[in-house]
Protein backbone atom coordinates (compact mmCIF):
# COMPACT_ATOMS: atom_id res chain seq x y z
CA UNK A 1 0.00 0.00 0.00
CA UNK A 2 1.36 3.45 -0.82
CA UNK A 3 1.05 5.90 1.91
CA UNK A 4 -0.21 9.36 1.04
CA UNK A 5 1.77 12.91 1.22
CA UNK A 6 1.05 14.35 4.45
CA UNK A 7 -0.12 18.14 3.76
CA UNK A 8 2.46 20.81 5.49
CA UNK A 9 1.24 24.54 5.58
CA UNK A 10 3.48 25.79 7.95
CA UNK A 11 7.45 23.76 8.73
CA UNK A 12 9.64 24.84 11.85
CA UNK A 13 13.15 23.42 10.93
CA UNK A 14 16.29 23.91 13.26
CA UNK A 15 19.43 24.77 11.44
CA UNK A 16 22.66 22.91 12.23
CA UNK A 17 25.98 22.69 11.29
CA UNK A 18 24.94 20.91 8.51
CA UNK A 19 21.20 22.30 6.27
CA UNK A 20 21.07 19.72 3.84
CA UNK A 21 18.89 17.73 5.96
CA UNK A 22 16.86 20.80 6.45
CA UNK A 23 16.96 21.08 2.74
CA UNK A 24 15.85 17.65 1.25
CA UNK A 25 12.93 17.79 4.19
CA UNK A 26 11.91 21.45 2.66
CA UNK A 27 11.60 20.01 -0.78
CA UNK A 28 9.80 16.57 0.31
CA UNK A 29 6.97 18.31 2.65
CA UNK A 30 6.72 21.54 0.38
CA UNK A 31 5.37 23.54 2.69
CA UNK A 32 3.38 27.34 2.35
CA UNK A 33 5.25 28.40 4.83
CA UNK A 34 8.98 27.94 6.78
CA UNK A 35 10.19 28.70 9.89
CA UNK A 36 14.21 28.90 10.50
CA UNK A 37 15.21 28.45 13.97
CA UNK A 38 18.93 29.29 14.17
CA UNK A 39 21.47 30.33 16.94
CA UNK A 40 24.70 33.17 16.71
CA UNK A 41 26.90 29.89 15.47
CA UNK A 42 24.49 29.27 12.36
CA UNK A 43 23.37 32.55 11.18
CA UNK A 44 25.84 31.98 7.98
CA UNK A 45 24.27 29.14 7.27
CA UNK A 46 20.76 29.76 7.92
CA UNK A 47 21.15 32.43 5.26
CA UNK A 48 22.42 30.02 2.85
CA UNK A 49 20.07 27.93 3.64
CA UNK A 50 17.32 30.32 2.86
CA UNK A 51 18.87 31.51 -0.49
CA UNK A 52 19.25 27.77 -1.53
CA UNK A 53 15.11 27.39 -0.57
CA UNK A 54 13.65 30.76 -2.18
CA UNK A 55 15.59 29.42 -5.74
CA UNK A 56 13.54 25.80 -5.21
CA UNK A 57 10.40 26.98 -3.42
CA UNK A 58 9.57 30.16 -5.01
CA UNK A 59 5.97 30.14 -3.39
CA UNK A 60 6.61 29.66 -0.06
CA UNK A 61 6.95 32.51 2.65
CA UNK A 62 10.46 31.67 4.63
CA UNK A 63 10.96 33.47 8.06
CA UNK A 64 13.45 33.06 11.00
CA UNK A 65 13.96 32.69 14.74
CA UNK A 66 17.25 33.52 16.59
CA UNK A 67 17.56 30.73 19.19
CA UNK A 68 20.25 32.90 21.04
CA UNK A 69 21.08 30.60 23.98
CA UNK A 70 21.16 27.36 22.13
CA UNK A 71 23.10 25.71 24.68
CA UNK A 72 20.32 26.58 27.81
CA UNK A 73 17.42 24.74 27.98
CA UNK A 74 15.01 26.69 29.55
CA UNK A 75 16.22 29.65 27.12
CA UNK A 76 15.18 27.66 24.29
CA UNK A 77 11.98 26.21 25.41
CA UNK A 78 10.65 29.45 25.82
CA UNK A 79 11.68 30.42 22.52
CA UNK A 80 9.97 27.36 20.84
CA UNK A 81 7.07 27.55 23.16
CA UNK A 82 6.04 30.68 22.00
CA UNK A 83 6.75 30.12 18.73
CA UNK A 84 4.81 26.86 18.74
CA UNK A 85 1.63 28.45 20.75
CA UNK A 86 1.40 31.71 18.60
CA UNK A 87 1.10 29.80 15.82
CA UNK A 88 -1.14 26.98 16.95
CA UNK A 89 -3.54 29.46 18.17
CA UNK A 90 -3.59 31.57 15.06
CA UNK A 91 -4.62 28.62 12.42
CA UNK A 92 -6.90 27.12 11.67
CA UNK A 93 -5.52 24.43 10.02
CA UNK A 94 -2.90 23.41 13.15
CA UNK A 95 -3.40 19.73 12.09
CA UNK A 96 -0.89 21.05 9.05
CA UNK A 97 1.92 22.45 11.51
CA UNK A 98 5.01 20.77 10.94
CA UNK A 99 8.02 20.23 12.75
CA UNK A 100 11.48 18.64 11.84
CA UNK A 101 13.81 18.88 14.30
CA UNK A 102 17.02 16.89 12.73
CA UNK A 103 19.39 19.81 13.34
CA UNK A 104 20.70 22.61 15.39
CA UNK A 105 22.32 21.37 18.51
CA UNK A 106 20.93 18.30 20.84
CA UNK A 107 19.59 20.64 23.33
CA UNK A 108 17.35 22.42 20.74
CA UNK A 109 16.05 19.62 19.41
CA UNK A 110 14.87 18.11 22.57
CA UNK A 111 12.92 20.98 23.88
CA UNK A 112 11.78 21.93 20.53
CA UNK A 113 10.21 18.38 20.42
CA UNK A 114 9.03 19.52 24.35
CA UNK A 115 7.45 22.69 23.37
CA UNK A 116 5.96 21.42 20.60
CA UNK A 117 3.98 18.72 22.51
CA UNK A 118 3.25 20.87 24.79
CA UNK A 119 1.74 23.50 22.48
CA UNK A 120 -0.73 20.95 21.15
CA UNK A 121 1.75 18.93 18.34
CA UNK A 122 1.05 15.46 17.83
CA UNK A 123 2.90 12.62 16.81
CA UNK A 124 1.78 12.73 13.41
CA UNK A 125 3.17 16.32 12.96
CA UNK A 126 7.00 15.82 13.59
CA UNK A 127 9.60 14.07 12.25
CA UNK A 128 13.82 13.52 11.67
CA UNK A 129 15.67 12.93 8.84
CA UNK A 130 17.02 8.97 9.52
CA UNK A 131 20.55 9.87 7.15
CA UNK A 132 22.02 6.46 7.93
CA UNK A 133 18.79 4.82 6.73
CA UNK A 134 17.58 7.95 3.84
CA UNK A 135 14.12 7.86 5.64
CA UNK A 136 11.99 10.90 6.88
CA UNK A 137 10.38 9.34 9.67
CA UNK A 138 7.52 10.76 11.65
CA UNK A 139 7.14 10.04 15.50
CA UNK A 140 3.68 8.07 14.45
CA UNK A 141 5.71 5.75 12.66
CA UNK A 142 5.01 6.89 9.22
CA UNK A 143 8.18 7.02 6.48
CA UNK A 144 9.16 8.28 3.91
CA UNK A 145 11.73 6.85 1.62
CA UNK A 146 13.96 9.19 0.34
CA UNK A 147 14.74 7.24 -2.68
CA UNK A 148 11.48 7.39 -4.13
CA UNK A 149 11.34 11.19 -4.07
CA UNK A 150 12.57 13.15 -7.21
CA UNK A 151 14.39 15.81 -5.89
CA UNK A 152 16.41 16.69 -9.04
CA UNK A 153 19.31 17.94 -7.25
CA UNK A 154 22.37 19.22 -8.79
CA UNK A 155 26.03 19.65 -7.35
CA UNK A 156 25.69 23.51 -7.68
CA UNK A 157 22.78 23.62 -5.18
CA UNK A 158 24.87 21.31 -2.23
CA UNK A 159 27.98 23.95 -2.87
CA UNK A 160 25.37 27.20 -2.49
CA UNK A 161 24.34 25.55 0.59
CA UNK A 162 27.61 25.87 2.06
CA UNK A 163 28.43 29.43 0.72
CA UNK A 164 30.74 27.69 -2.00
CA UNK A 165 30.85 28.22 -5.82
CA UNK A 166 33.05 26.68 -8.83
CA UNK A 167 35.63 28.22 -10.41
CA UNK A 168 35.28 28.46 -14.04
CA UNK A 169 37.15 25.85 -15.89
CA UNK A 170 39.58 26.35 -19.20
CA UNK A 171 37.72 25.39 -22.29
CA UNK A 172 41.18 24.79 -24.41
CA UNK A 173 40.00 21.29 -26.11
CA UNK A 174 43.06 18.91 -25.01
CA UNK A 175 43.72 17.76 -28.30
CA UNK A 176 44.62 21.04 -30.06
CA UNK A 177 47.48 20.54 -27.27
CA UNK A 178 49.01 18.68 -30.19
CA UNK A 179 51.03 19.51 -33.18
CA UNK A 180 48.25 17.32 -35.00
CA UNK A 181 45.40 18.55 -33.49
CA UNK A 182 42.28 16.24 -32.94
CA UNK A 183 44.07 13.30 -33.87
CA UNK A 184 43.38 12.03 -29.82
CA UNK A 185 40.87 13.04 -27.45
CA UNK A 186 41.36 13.15 -23.59
CA UNK A 187 39.17 9.92 -23.44
CA UNK A 188 40.96 8.14 -26.26
CA UNK A 189 44.46 8.86 -24.08
CA UNK A 190 43.08 8.24 -20.79
CA UNK A 191 42.23 4.49 -22.11
CA UNK A 192 45.27 3.75 -23.65
CA UNK A 193 47.10 4.90 -20.02
CA UNK A 194 44.52 2.77 -18.53
CA UNK A 195 45.12 -0.31 -20.60
CA UNK A 196 49.24 -0.12 -19.91
CA UNK A 197 48.72 0.60 -16.27
CA UNK A 198 46.61 -2.74 -15.47
CA UNK A 199 49.33 -4.17 -17.31
CA UNK A 200 52.05 -2.56 -16.24
CA UNK A 201 51.23 -0.86 -12.84
CA UNK A 202 54.60 1.07 -12.39
CA UNK A 203 54.32 3.11 -15.55
CA UNK A 204 51.95 4.95 -13.54
CA UNK A 205 55.00 6.04 -11.47
CA UNK A 206 56.73 6.66 -13.93
CA UNK A 207 54.15 8.91 -15.98
CA UNK A 208 53.69 10.86 -12.45
CA UNK A 209 57.40 11.16 -11.97
CA UNK A 210 58.14 12.17 -15.55
CA UNK A 211 55.04 15.65 -15.30
CA UNK A 212 56.42 16.60 -11.71
CA UNK A 213 57.54 19.88 -13.42
CA UNK A 214 55.21 21.30 -15.87
CA UNK A 215 58.36 23.40 -17.73
CA UNK A 216 60.14 20.08 -18.22
CA UNK A 217 57.61 17.44 -19.14
CA UNK A 218 59.39 14.33 -20.67
CA UNK A 219 57.47 10.78 -20.96
CA UNK A 220 60.21 9.32 -22.39
CA UNK A 221 60.32 7.19 -25.51
CA UNK A 222 59.48 3.40 -24.22
CA UNK A 223 56.50 5.12 -23.15
CA UNK A 224 55.49 7.26 -26.06
CA UNK A 225 55.84 3.89 -27.91
CA UNK A 226 53.97 2.08 -25.52
CA UNK A 227 51.39 4.31 -26.03
CA UNK A 228 51.54 4.37 -29.37
CA UNK A 229 51.97 6.55 -33.02
CA UNK A 230 49.32 9.25 -31.66
CA UNK A 231 52.03 10.89 -29.38
CA UNK A 232 55.15 9.90 -31.85
CA UNK A 233 55.06 13.72 -33.04
CA UNK A 234 54.33 15.51 -29.56
CA UNK A 235 56.90 17.78 -28.46
CA UNK A 236 56.86 18.16 -24.44
CA UNK A 237 59.29 20.89 -24.86
CA UNK A 238 57.21 23.12 -27.71
CA UNK A 239 58.24 26.90 -26.65
CA UNK A 240 55.26 28.04 -28.02
CA UNK A 241 53.08 26.17 -25.41
CA UNK A 242 51.75 28.51 -22.62
CA UNK A 243 52.38 27.88 -19.07
CA UNK A 244 48.72 27.08 -18.61
CA UNK A 245 49.03 24.52 -21.47
CA UNK A 246 51.94 22.97 -19.27
CA UNK A 247 50.68 23.22 -16.73
CA UNK A 248 47.22 21.20 -17.96
CA UNK A 249 49.70 18.45 -19.98
CA UNK A 250 51.43 18.07 -16.67
CA UNK A 251 48.38 16.94 -14.45
CA UNK A 252 46.73 14.82 -16.80
CA UNK A 253 49.60 12.70 -17.24
CA UNK A 254 50.36 12.80 -13.04
CA UNK A 255 47.16 11.41 -12.41
CA UNK A 256 44.29 13.26 -14.24
CA UNK A 257 43.45 10.70 -16.90
CA UNK A 258 42.61 8.31 -14.06
CA UNK A 259 39.80 10.96 -13.18
CA UNK A 260 38.41 11.38 -17.34
CA UNK A 261 38.90 7.70 -17.68
CA UNK A 262 36.32 6.96 -14.15
CA UNK A 263 34.03 10.03 -15.02
CA UNK A 264 33.19 9.03 -18.87
CA UNK A 265 32.73 5.25 -17.30
CA UNK A 266 30.39 6.70 -14.40
CA UNK A 267 28.17 8.44 -17.06
CA UNK A 268 28.11 5.84 -18.77
CA UNK A 269 26.69 3.90 -15.72
CA UNK A 270 24.41 6.18 -14.48
CA UNK A 271 23.13 8.39 -17.77
CA UNK A 272 21.07 11.55 -16.80
CA UNK A 273 22.63 11.78 -13.49
CA UNK A 274 25.38 14.47 -13.12
CA UNK A 275 28.94 13.44 -12.87
CA UNK A 276 31.46 16.27 -12.46
CA UNK A 277 34.97 16.02 -12.90
CA UNK A 278 38.06 18.02 -11.57
CA UNK A 279 35.66 20.66 -9.63
CA UNK A 280 37.22 23.66 -8.65
CA UNK A 281 35.75 24.96 -5.61
CA UNK A 282 36.05 28.16 -3.76
CA UNK A 283 34.80 29.18 -0.60
CA UNK A 284 33.61 32.50 0.90
CA UNK A 285 36.84 33.12 2.57
CA UNK A 286 38.70 32.31 -1.06
CA UNK A 287 39.94 29.18 0.57
CA UNK A 288 40.03 26.54 -2.28
CA UNK A 289 39.64 22.84 -2.75
CA UNK A 290 39.41 20.28 -5.33
CA UNK A 291 36.96 17.52 -5.62
CA UNK A 292 37.91 14.61 -7.96
CA UNK A 293 34.72 13.67 -9.04
CA UNK A 294 31.35 14.15 -8.14
CA UNK A 295 28.49 12.35 -8.78
CA UNK A 296 24.67 13.09 -7.66
CA UNK A 297 23.00 9.66 -7.65
CA UNK A 298 18.88 10.26 -6.20
CA UNK A 299 19.06 12.44 -2.94
CA UNK A 300 22.94 11.46 -2.45
CA UNK A 301 26.15 13.26 -3.02
CA UNK A 302 29.25 10.64 -4.26
CA UNK A 303 32.55 12.20 -3.80
CA UNK A 304 35.45 10.19 -5.43
CA UNK A 305 39.33 10.77 -5.18
CA UNK A 306 41.61 9.51 -7.54
CA UNK A 307 45.05 8.35 -7.53
CA UNK A 308 47.62 6.83 -9.14
CA UNK A 309 49.45 5.88 -5.59
CA UNK A 310 50.18 2.75 -4.29
CA UNK A 311 51.49 3.48 -1.42
CA UNK A 312 49.37 2.60 1.47
CA UNK A 313 50.79 5.45 3.60
CA UNK A 314 49.10 8.15 0.74
CA UNK A 315 46.51 6.23 0.15
CA UNK A 316 45.38 6.27 3.68
CA UNK A 317 45.15 9.95 3.47
CA UNK A 318 43.54 10.58 0.76
CA UNK A 319 40.60 8.17 2.06
CA UNK A 320 40.76 10.19 5.38
CA UNK A 321 40.73 14.08 2.96
CA UNK A 322 37.72 12.63 0.96
CA UNK A 323 35.75 11.49 3.43
CA UNK A 324 35.70 14.29 5.58
CA UNK A 325 34.96 16.18 2.24
CA UNK A 326 32.32 14.31 1.66
CA UNK A 327 30.65 14.80 5.34
CA UNK A 328 31.29 18.64 4.91
CA UNK A 329 29.36 18.52 1.88
CA UNK A 330 26.47 16.18 2.52
CA UNK A 331 26.50 14.82 5.96
CA UNK A 332 25.82 11.28 6.66
CA UNK A 333 23.82 11.23 3.13
CA UNK A 334 26.85 11.69 1.39
CA UNK A 335 28.72 8.78 0.23
CA UNK A 336 33.11 8.71 -0.75
CA UNK A 337 35.13 6.67 -2.49
CA UNK A 338 38.77 6.35 -3.00
CA UNK A 339 39.92 4.98 -6.55
CA UNK A 340 43.76 3.51 -6.66
CA UNK A 341 46.08 1.83 -7.74
CA UNK A 342 47.17 -0.18 -4.66
CA UNK A 343 47.15 -3.78 -5.25
CA UNK A 344 48.41 -7.18 -3.29
CA UNK A 345 48.42 -8.59 0.29
CA UNK A 346 50.76 -9.32 2.98
CA UNK A 347 50.17 -11.24 6.74
CA UNK A 348 47.29 -8.54 7.44
CA UNK A 349 45.21 -9.27 4.21
CA UNK A 350 44.80 -7.30 0.81
CA UNK A 351 45.74 -4.06 1.16
CA UNK A 352 42.61 -2.65 0.27
CA UNK A 353 41.01 -4.44 2.99
CA UNK A 354 44.12 -2.67 5.55
CA UNK A 355 42.72 0.70 4.08
CA UNK A 356 38.81 0.19 4.83
CA UNK A 357 39.60 -1.67 8.21
CA UNK A 358 41.43 1.28 9.12
CA UNK A 359 39.56 3.83 8.51
CA UNK A 360 36.05 1.75 9.78
CA UNK A 361 37.56 1.47 13.41
CA UNK A 362 37.55 5.09 14.02
CA UNK A 363 34.63 6.35 11.00
CA UNK A 364 31.37 5.85 13.39
CA UNK A 365 29.02 6.49 10.54
CA UNK A 366 27.05 4.71 7.76
CA UNK A 367 28.98 6.55 5.22
CA UNK A 368 32.19 4.69 5.56
CA UNK A 369 34.26 5.01 2.83
CA UNK A 370 34.76 2.24 0.04
CA UNK A 371 38.33 1.56 -1.71
CA UNK A 372 38.43 0.58 -5.19
CA UNK A 373 41.98 -0.80 -6.24
CA UNK A 374 44.02 -1.81 -9.54
CA UNK A 375 42.00 -5.30 -9.22
CA UNK A 376 38.46 -3.27 -9.42
CA UNK A 377 39.90 -1.00 -12.71
CA UNK A 378 40.96 -4.17 -13.87
CA UNK A 379 37.62 -5.61 -13.67
CA UNK A 380 35.93 -1.98 -15.07
CA UNK A 381 38.20 -1.96 -17.93
CA UNK A 382 37.82 -5.50 -19.38
CA UNK A 383 41.33 -6.34 -18.76
CA UNK A 384 40.12 -10.02 -18.20
CA UNK A 385 37.94 -9.91 -21.39
CA UNK A 386 34.51 -8.81 -20.35
CA UNK A 387 34.11 -5.26 -18.28
CA UNK A 388 32.53 -5.85 -14.73
CA UNK A 389 30.77 -3.25 -12.91
CA UNK A 390 28.87 -5.18 -10.43
CA UNK A 391 30.52 -3.63 -7.17
CA UNK A 392 30.88 -0.43 -8.54
CA UNK A 393 27.03 -0.45 -9.12
CA UNK A 394 26.28 -2.27 -5.98
CA UNK A 395 28.55 0.25 -4.49
CA UNK A 396 26.30 3.51 -5.54
CA UNK A 397 22.73 1.65 -4.98
CA UNK A 398 23.29 0.30 -1.44
CA UNK A 399 23.09 2.27 1.68
CA UNK A 400 26.29 -0.21 3.19
CA UNK A 401 30.11 -0.68 2.38
CA UNK A 402 30.14 -3.58 -0.02
CA UNK A 403 33.52 -5.30 0.09
CA UNK A 404 35.03 -7.83 -2.18
Known amino acids: MIKQQRPCD ?25 ILFYSP ?22 DEICVRKATVATETYKVFHEAFRKTFHETSRAANIHLNYTGGTKIMAANARMAFKDAGGEDKQASYLDERKGILRFDDDYEIKLSTESFELK ?25 DAGRISELE ?27 AINLGKELKKLLDTDLSTVCFTEDGWSKDIRKK ?4 FKGGWLEIWCSELLRGMLKGNEVSVSVNCIRANDRSFEIDLAVIYEHRLYVISCTTASDLKLCKSKLFEVAIRARQLGGDLARSALVCLCHGSDSNGSYAGQLRKDIE ?30 LLKDWIASDSVITR
Do not use: M
Open 10 to 34: RLFLLVGSNSFPNYLTSLILKPRSI
Open 41 to 62: ETEKIKDNLKDGLKEKLADSSI
Open 155 to 179: LDDILKLHGIKKRAKEKTPFSSIFK
Open 189 to 215: LADKILKLVCNEPKYAKELYDNCQEAS
Open 249 to 252: VAAF
Open 361 to 390: DIWDASNTPQVFNLDDLKDWEGYSGKRNTK
